[in-house]
């Protein structure tokens, strides 16, 4: 008999039918003698349309007020969930995350859990019920309702899972694993049967949405047993989260195809190259707690460089708000930004061992003439920078030119 923390992504309750559906496999997952905690999402659609209507009634949200009513759809979930499974003769119990107690810091809309009181969780467990908990939400110290950032949901059931020292986490989605890149890009794109905890992180934190970050680190920290799953087939194994690099230590050195959308890119031009200047430039930014991602400085031609770096496109105007004194400051020539970016990187713990695969890379990006603008690298991922609209033929030629496809 095991303890096992299931989570089921939006699309998977995004109906009534679907909801039941849910229902149907937990009271088998309970037939075989398991205990269940169970984490649902909001149903699909639900959270973008909250996030909308706020907008009409402030152009910019309170994030506490957004939070407030972010977590309604969650919560609606949970107890629809509860009543397909009594309707199935199922105890159940739902919680919500204030409920339970996931207490997190105060960071509004994108809030860190804390700690996790799971007492009245096992004493329904005991009590044989199937424990349903709203996903990607919390408290903080206060009694104040947070949320814990986009695909959320995932963090709060690795979380539980850790807290219940679990046996497994399992995460339903609408694809039956993690794929060598998204599958909805790349029809081509092959299930891998286990990924290492490294690599999913890199995937994660580069862009794959499949899983939140958090989600990965929290696995990594207490070493939750995890795994990905479709809600949609009954017999899949998905693909398990493995510690033990070994494992994969014979297969291919690149394992997958990230990208994101997701961020700007700002370059200071004409900057004095003088020590000092990179503090000047990223220390304002960094005050006003807006993240930066790659960075890149050129080399300097007579006293004069270009800098460039990337921030989330939820910073990009705030950010260059936060530039225009500095620019004046330091002197610099000007500024030159534009927000239709993609990152597109090439992930694989084997790369540290092969040279060459950023030529190949780098080949197969100017054979389809898409211009590098920016580049970074770590032991494990090769990130670029291109224009958004070569996203997806991006992805799908360095799919292609590391042999990731599916046999056949
Ligand atoms: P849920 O609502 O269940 O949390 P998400 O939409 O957050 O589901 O995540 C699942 C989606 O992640 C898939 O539908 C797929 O399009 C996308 N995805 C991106 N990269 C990958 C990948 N490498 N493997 C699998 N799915 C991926
Ligand atoms: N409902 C939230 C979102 O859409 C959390 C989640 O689905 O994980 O981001
Ligand atoms: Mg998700």
């Known amino acids: 008999m095991a303890l096992i923390v299931q989570k089921y992504g939006g699309t998977s309750v995004g109906s009534i039918e679907r909801i039941k559906n849910v229902a149907r496999r937990i009271a088998r997952w309970q037939a075989k003698g398991h205990r269940l905690v169970v984490v ?10 909250l996030i909308a209507l706020a907008r009409e009634a402030q152009s910019h949200p309170d994030p506490r007020e957004l939070d407030v009513m972010l977590s309604t759809g969650e919560q609606v979930t949970i107890a629809l969930l509860s009543m397909a499974l009594m309707d199935m003769g199922l105890k159940a119990r739902s919680y919500t995350g204030a409920q339970v107690k996931i207490v997190t810091d105060s960071a509004y809309t994108k809030a860190r859990i804390v700690s996790i009181d799971e007492a009245r969780i096992r004493q329904d467990l005991a009590d044989g019920c199937v424990v349903v908990v709203a996903g990607f939400q919390g408290v903080d110290d206060s009694g104040n309702i947070t949320t814990l950032g986009r695909g959320g949901s995932d963090t709060t059931g690795v979380a539980l899972a850790a807290a219940l020292k679990a046996d497994e986490c399992q995460i339903y ?30 995937m994660a934190s580069l862009g794959s949405k499949v899983l939140q970050i958090r989600s990965v680190e929290f696995a990594g920290k207490y070493r939750v047993r995890l795994r990905v799953l479709s809600s949609f087939e009954e017999e899949s194994e998905g693909t398990l989260i493995t510690f033990e690099e070994d494992e994969n230590m014979e297969q291919a050195s690149i394992s997958g195809i990230a990208f994101n959308r997701d ?20 220390g304002p930014v960094g005050d006003a707690s807006i993240d930066v991602d790659m960075i890149v400085q050129n080399v300097s031609h007579d006293g004069m ?8 496109r939820n910073d990009y105007q705030k ?40 030529s190949t890379a780098f080949r197969t990006l100017a054979e389809e003439g898409i211009n590098i603008e920016m580049i970074s690298t770590s032991e494990i991922k090769i990130s670029v920078v291109i224009n958004e609209k070569y996203t997806e033929l991006a992805v799908r030629v360095l799919h292609k030119a590391f042999g990731l496809e599916q046999p056949g």
């Open 305 to 312: 460089t270009d800098f460039s770096f990337t921030v989330h």
């Open 40 to 49: 649902v999402s909001a149903m699909a659609g639900e959270t973008n349309r």
């Open 173 to 202: 989605t609408d694809v039956d694993g993690v794929y060598t890149t998204d599958p909805r890009i790349v029809p081509e794109a092959r299930r891998l049967r286990t990924i290492t905890f490294e690599e999913m992180l890199e």
């Open 319 to 358: 950010t260059l708000k936060i530039l225009e004194p500095v620019v004046k400051h330091i002197k610099a020539r000007g500024v030159e930004s534009g927000d239709r970016i993609a990152k597109v990187s090439v992930v694989g713990v084997g790369m540290r061992s092969h040279a060459g695969i950023a």
């Open 263 to 282: 961020e700007a890119k700002i370059t200071i031009l004409g900057v004095p190259d003088r020590p000092g200047i990179a503090y000047q430039i990223l």
